[in-house]
Every structure is written in C-alpha cells, then in structure tokens.
C-alpha cells in the first residue's frame, strides 16, 4: 500500500494569485498523477508526473497552468497559476501499483473568490 | 480510447437492503482491470472491490461483489445489507494491463435510507 499527504487541504484564494499543492508519499514510486475533480463531477487527469522528466499533460491542460514539480520518487507538487473562479475545485494527487490499485491524497479543495 | 459510463447519477437504498449500481466501458483491450472506488464527503477515494478481466470469476469484498460481463463489456456493484457508511459517491474505473492512466466514470450518489 502507499500512504499519501496531500496539503493543504483547502484553501481559498484570490482571482490571479497561484497556489502550489503538495503531494508527499511514503514510498518511491515512478508516477505520479494530477487529478481535477470540478464540483460534482467526475475525476479528470491533468498530468503524470515523472521523476527526472517534465510532466506529460492531458488534453485540455498545459504546463504554464499547471506548472508541475517532480523532484525526487517521493515527492511532487501542482501549481495552480493566475487563478479564476472556474479553478475552483478538488484536486488530488495520486500513485498506483499496475493491476492493483490507485492511492489518493485526502484532496485540496480550492475555492477562488 | 476507453471511456466508461455510470447511467445512474443518483440511487438511493433503504438501511439493510440491497443495491445495484451499473457501469459499462468500451475498450478494444483484451488485458485490462476495473475497479469500484467510494468517494464519502471526506473527499479521500477509497478502493472497494477490483476486477481482473482475465479472470471468469466475479471478485467479492465482504457485503460488495460484482456482476463482471466481459462479452458485454458491463461490470455493476453489488452492495448487500447496505449500512449508512455506504453512502458516498461510487466511481467505475478502468485501466489498461501495462498501462498506468485510469479513466474513471462519471460517479453515482448513493443515498442510504435509515
């Protein structure tokens, strides 16, 4: 199993600032997942992240958005930048064991006023 | 690409009784898992039962099973003698074997009725 800390795990914060999410796991994994949840909706992929590389983006979502950090097999964080209200969502991190299963951070639920 | 569907945005169950919620996928994959994960209002996704699609036999969890149709590429989630902590939203998700992305349904509200 892989135990994940997500922070913070809400915030609010205002149109055209940035917020930087953590994501730290208790074990070395090769991926790491960025996910948006908008309110009421499904999970949507932004980006994987790979350790020593740039992250690999979805359709839909790019990196000067969702600047992406990967520094070590422990660690990454997203960057949400030059927020909108139509940011507002839970965003998760996540890690997986092919065939297993997919961990989850606890989210960070983002409201920007 | 793979997509999955969850027909039912919402259900509701009574305490103790039992409830089926459906999911369907579309893949030309043969090598391939699915999983049922529970979100509650902790936001934090839970896994609840998974499904190997080489596998005939349908995967069991406690009071969870499923109904896995490879032919008709159909996998629904069988709660029995449902318990108030049942109530969260249920997401179907898919991978491919030897792939690392999930695609994840649309979710399913599951009320539980005391």
């Known amino acids: 199993s892989a135990v994940i800390s997500q922070k913070p795990s809400r915030d609010i914060c205002q149109r055209g600032t940035s917020l930087t999410i953590q994501c730290q796991v208790d074990?070395?994994?090769?991926?790491m997942f960025w996910y948006r949840q908008q309110p009421g909706q499904s999970l949507t992929l932004i980006a994987t992240a790979n350790q020593g590389s740039e992250a690999t983006y979805e359709s839909g979502f790019v990196i000067d958005k969702f600047p992406i950090s990967r520094p070590n097999l422990t660690f990454s964080t997203l960057t949400v930048s030059n927020m909108s209200p139509e940011d507002s969502s839970i965003y998760l991190c996540?890690?997986?064991?092919?065939?297993?299963?997919?961990?989850f951070g606890q989210g960070t639920r983002l409201t920007v006023v | 690409a793979q997509t999955v569907t969850q027909s039912q945005p919402e259900m509701s169950v009574q305490e103790a009784e039992t409830v089926t919620l459906s999911c369907t996928y579309d893949t030309s994959e043969s090598d391939y898992y699915l999983f049922w994960y529970k979100q509650p209002p902790s936001r934090q996704m839970i896994l609840v039962i998974r499904q190997e699609a080489y596998k005939q036999q349908n995967a069991t969890e406690n009071r969870f099973s499923v109904n896995f149709q490879k032919a008709a590429k159909s996998f629904s989630l069988k709660i029995s003698d449902s318990q108030l902590g049942d109530a969260a939203m249920y997401f179907c998700?898919?991978?491919?074997?030897?792939?690392?992305?999930?695609?994840f349904g649309t979710g399913t509200r599951l009320t539980i009725i005391p």
């Open positions: 996540s890690v997986d064991r092919v065939g297993t299963e997919a961990f």
């Open positions: 998700a898919y991978i491919n074997f030897g792939n690392e992305k999930l695609t």
């Open positions: 074990s070395q994994v090769t991926m």
